[in-house]
């Protein structure tokens, strides 16, 4: 109690949002059908 631990994001443009819709857009035009995230789409995923 009496403690607190904050993690804040800004984003002060949307360009780097921008970014990853294009990019998500060129990668998934070459997978088959399916569910995907980020993740998929950064190669952050393991195994």
């Given at each position: 109690i009496g403690e607190?631990?904050?993690?804040?994001?800004?984003?002060?443009?949307?360009?780097?949002?921008?970014?990853?819709?294009?990019?998500?857009a060129l990668w998934?035009?070459?997978?088959?059908?399916?569910?995907?995230?980020?993740?998929?789409?950064?190669?952050?995923?393991?195994?």
């Amino acid at each position: 109690i009496g403690e607190r631990l904050e993690l804040i994001h800004r984003a002060h443009s949307r360009d780097n949002f921008a970014r990853g819709a294009v990019r998500a857009a060129l990668w998934v035009v070459n997978q088959s059908p399916g569910l995907y995230d980020m993740q998929d789409v950064l190669g952050l995923k393991q195994g």
